[in-house]
């Protein structure tokens, strides 16, 4: 795997594919592979770069406090130690909140932005259930388990474990397969989570923009969804029926289609 040397930080990631650069951003604790079902298609039209944030994967897990500012900052680094000077932005979850502040701190860097379960600001119900999060981690020591066991029931609809129980045991062996993150990382990942507020900066976004979300989503629902769409200029938003907060493994095929659909639209 290539790796790049930035200020303080070495960074892992995957290329994939060819034409314009797409930036895939993986969400709370993953790594790149996180987007396995989506680069597959993704790299038919676009060089796909998915990256592990810090504290993820095969990147540096420094010490110190870590906000979802700074995981953009090192995002654009990458991107320039790349020689990328402008990509299509898409990420999930923790990975959106990576990406809206790229796209405020960063926008002739952006060309279009893919924003997927977001949300703007951590309020009290999101922040009673990281701190659920956090506990569980602390007490199993054990991230992988930390995710199947505490955030996966979250992201997934109950009618899936019941109609397709062996695919969802696969998506737990998949995370249990990954490089383990160490529990500290995790907790520094998620203080991030904790402190996100780009409320008051959304609408300085430029770029093209797509928000989805799942209709079932209790975590970044269209509580939020709605909002930012209404505050970038000319956002689109796409709401998947009957999904919760992980559409990219519910409703793989519609989720590529659509999501595909619109980075198409504004590449070239």
């Known amino acids: 795997m290539p790796k790049v040397k930035l200020d303080g930080i070495t960074l892992n ?19 790149h592979a996180c ?21 993820a994967g095969e990147s540096d897990k420094p010490d110190g406090v870590w906000s979802i500012e700074l995981f953009a900052d090192d995002v654009a680094g990458l991107m320039r130690a790349l020689g990328v000077r402008q990509a299509h932005v898409t990420g999930l979850s923790f990975g959106a909140a990576v990406g809206m502040w790229l796209a405020v701190k960063y926008p002739t860097m952006v060309k279009s932005l893919s924003l997927h379960a977001a949300w703007t600001r951590t309020d009290p119900f999101l922040r009673i259930v990281v701190e659920g999060w956090q506990a569980l981690a602390k007490g199993l020591g054990n ?48 203080d ?21 979300c799942g209709r079932r989503d209790q975590l970044t629902s269209t509580r939020f969804a709605e909002p930012i769409q209404r505050a ?37």
Request: proline letters at 6%; a negative charge; aromatic letters at 10%.
């Open 35 to 55: 987007y396995a079902f989506q680069v597959a298609e993704y790299a038919k039209h676009f060089t796909c770069i998915s990256v592990d944030l810090r504290g």
């Open 143 to 190: 991230v992988a388990e930390t995710v199947v066991l505490g955030i996966f029931p979250w992201c997934l609809t109950p009618e899936l474990y019941a109609a397709k129980a062996d695919y969802v045991r696969s998506l737990a062996d998949f995370v249990r397969s990954r490089p383990p993150q160490p529990v500290s990382a995790f907790l520094r990942q998620s």
């Open 13 to 31: 990631y995957e290329q994939q594919g060819a034409g314009e650069p797409l930036l895939l951003i993986p969400y709370l604790a993953a790594d």
């Open 232 to 268: 970038i200029r000319g956002a689109e938003l796409i709401v998947f029926e009957d999904c919760a907060h992980a559409p990219i493994y519910e409703r793989v095929e519609e989720f590529n289609a659509r999501t595909l659909a619109f980075l198409r639209r504004h590449a070239g």
């Open 192 to 212: 991030a989570v904790l402190a996100h507020d780009i409320e008051s900066q959304v609408g300085r976004i430029a770029a093209p923009t797509q928000v989805t």
